[in-house]
């Protein structure tokens, strides 16, 4: 008899304990979600916050030039104000001109030199093993893009907004213009950053030569690349969203 | 029946206890990040980001209501002086070139959501995440194909664009984006279109081989907004031929 109580008991206790664990994880509402859901909103706020801090600096930027401008209005145009106003202007046509890679720039950098493997081929290999490809030239310059390169050209043609890089046979097409091997990517920005990164035990350098591919960094004190050459084009399809329509 | 009772009670125990287990497995299955979470927890995570959506909305029409206001005394100065009409013109060229105007035009949108979730594809997994170069690859085709304005998930693609896995993350212009993937461009919607999903091109390799949900719509009009980093040089230095002479 007292056997039967005891087991009575833990049955009773079993049963409340399910009821509230059952109950806990029930509370509000039914529906779950991954944990993963909430580090992408996760991401996607810390982003955000990101961008609002990035547009706030250029509004900074905005008011300063906004006050320059003022001040030069105060002085109902005199000759020495807008000539302000001129040097401010082009100092910003300066500066977005090295951004769309219309101007010719210097600065330190690196050299990357690549070329095909010469290594014999094991029996049966494919020979696009140690061949350059569009996308290893494409990862390049992305990594070297992560690490703050300010200029890119690649055979001396730069790297501009709307540049594409594609294989087509034997030879690579940048910007319209066919290159052959050996392709010498030339970058201005941090150049201990981008060769570290390039050569590191998971870079992409690291892992071109483990194909065999030939790849070669130099860190340059100075180096010249030449602007894009294309001008600027026209666009056929998109045009520009005006904050008033009416205008 | 009295022979029988013992069992029934050790019968029942039994079917509490499996009870009690499966419940508890079910509330820490999955994933070494914690399982899953209650919706409501979800709840404030939307209210902060529509919250920061704001912030920034507001803080782009502030930018916005500046910049009109400097157009609009540049084009008072530039009706007196023929070097800064000549300058107003070409700085408007080169942000339309650099990517720091919002455009619209005809195009295409494709979107990649990550794989359905199947046992060999699980949830904590995103496949895209870790094959970032097929981003980075259909970006360049879509250039290739005459796009004349791009974005990933509104950020806008610019000459100092990168897409490059940090963490578990892509990071796209320095910062971070998570799945859905939405692939915005301008141009002729025919040929990006049939550029892109040419046979054992980069869309079916991106849903034959990695098993993403890949699909390409072309639209008459898309929006693509600007680019809102800052621009500055650290390193390069123009070399000008004014500076020669």
């Known amino acids: 008899m007292n056997k039967r109580v005891i087991m009575g008991f833990i049955l009773c206790f079993l049963i409340g304990l399910g009821l509230v664990i059952q109950s806990r994880i029930t509370d509000g509402q039914?529906?779950?979600?991954?944990?993963?859901?909430?580090?992408?909103?996760?991401?996607?706020?810390?982003?955000?916050k990101v961008s609002v801090a990035e547009i706030e600096k250029l509004i900074a930027q905005a008011n300063e030039t906004l006050e320059l401008y003022e001040s030069t209005a105060d002085r109902s145009n005199t000759e020495a104000s807008v000539e302000d106003m001129t040097s401010k202007m082009e100092k910003e046509l300066m500066q977005l001109g090295m951004f769309v890679g219309f101007e010719t720039v210097k600065g330190a950098g690196v050299i990357v030199t690549i070329d095909d493997g010469t290594r014999e081929l094991?029996?049966?290999?494919?020979?696009?093993?140690?061949?350059?490809?569009?996308?290893?030239?494409?990862?390049?310059?992305?990594?070297?893009?992560?690490?703050?390169?300010?200029?890119?050209s690649v055979n001396g043609q730069r790297i501009v907004?709307?540049?594409?890089?594609?294989?087509?046979?034997?030879?690579?097409?940048?910007?319209?213009?066919?290159?052959?091997?050996?392709?010498?990517?030339?970058?201005?920005?941090?150049?201990?950053?981008?060769?570290?990164?390039?050569?590191?035990?998971?870079?992409?350098?690291?892992?071109?030569?483990?194909?065999?591919?030939?790849?070669?960094?130099?860190?340059?004190?100075?180096?010249?690349?030449?602007?894009?050459?294309?001008?600027?084009r026209t666009y056929k399809y998109m045009s520009r969203v005006k904050g008033d329509e009416s205008n | 029946m009295k022979k029988y009772g013992g069992m029934i009670v050790v019968g029942l125990l039994a079917l509490c206890i499996g009870l009690v287990l499966a419940v508890q497995v079910s509330t820490t299955a999955g994933t070494e990040?914690?399982?899953?979470?209650?919706?409501?927890?979800?709840?404030?995570?939307e209210v902060a980001l529509?919250?920061?959506?704001?912030?920034?909305?507001?803080?782009?029409?502030?930018?916005?209501?500046l910049e009109s206001r400097l157009a609009?005394?540049?084009?008072?100065?530039?009706?007196?002086?023929?070097?800064?009409?000549?300058l107003v013109m070409d700085i408007e060229k080169y942000r339309m070139?650099?990517?720091?105007?919002?455009?619209?035009?005809?195009?295409?949108?494709?979107?990649?959501?990550?794989?359905?979730?199947?046992?060999?594809?699980?949830?904590?997994?995103?496949?895209i995440t870790y094959r970032?170069?097929?981003?980075?690859?259909?970006?360049?085709?879509?250039?290739?194909?005459?796009?004349?304005?791009?974005?990933?998930?509104e950020q806008r693609i610019v000459q100092t664009t990168e897409i490059s896995l940090a963490g578990d993350n892509i990071n796209i212009n320095g910062s971070a984006t998570a799945p859905p993937y939405y692939v915005k461009a301008i141009g002729n919607p025919d040929t990006l279109s049939n550029a892109l999903s040419i046979r054992s091109g980069i869309i079916e390799t991106m849903k034959k081989k990695n098993n993403l949900t890949v699909d390409i719509e072309t639209k008459d009009e898309i929006v693509i907004p600007r680019y809102t980093g800052t621009i500055g040089f650290k390193f390069a230095q123009p070399v000008s031929t004014d500076q020669e002479e």
């Not at chain 1, 039914?30 to 955000?48: G, N, P, R």
């Not at chain 1, 034997?170 to 030339?186: D, K, L, S, W």
């Open chain 1, 161 to 232: 907004n709307r540049t594409s890089i594609s294989c087509s046979g034997y030879t690579v097409r940048i910007n319209g213009t066919v290159y052959a091997r050996p392709f010498v990517i030339r970058a201005i920005g941090d150049g201990k950053r981008m060769s570290s990164a390039l050569l590191g035990p998971q870079g992409y350098g690291t892992s071109l030569k483990g194909w065999g591919v030939q790849f070669k960094v130099e860190m340059e004190e100075e180096l010249i690349i030449d602007g894009y050459t294309g001008g600027l």
């Open chain 2, 33 to 45: 990040q914690g399982g899953l979470v209650p919706l409501a927890k979800l709840k404030g995570y």
């Open chain 2, 72 to 86: 609009a005394i540049e084009k008072e100065t530039a009706d007196e002086d023929v070097l800064i009409s000549g």
């Open chain 1, 122 to 152: 094991l029996y049966g290999e494919d020979i696009n093993n140690v061949l350059v490809h569009d996308l290893d030239i494409l990862t390049i310059v992305n990594e070297m893009r992560r690490c703050g390169a300010e200029a890119i």
């Open chain 2, 97 to 127: 070139a650099a990517g720091l105007l919002d455009v619209k035009g005809p195009g295409v949108l494709v979107t990649i959501k990550d794989p359905v979730i199947t046992d060999e594809y699980l949830d904590d997994v995103s496949v």
């Open chain 2, 132 to 153: 970032s170069e097929l981003l980075l690859e259909l970006v360049n085709k879509m250039k290739e194909a005459g796009a004349e304005a791009i974005s990933i998930n």
């Open chain 2, 50 to 65: 529509k919250q920061i959506q704001d912030e920034k909305e507001a803080a782009v029409a502030e930018l916005m209501e």
């Open chain 1, 30 to 48: 039914m529906l779950y979600v991954s944990a993963k859901t909430i580090t992408d909103y996760q991401t996607v706020i810390d982003s955000e």
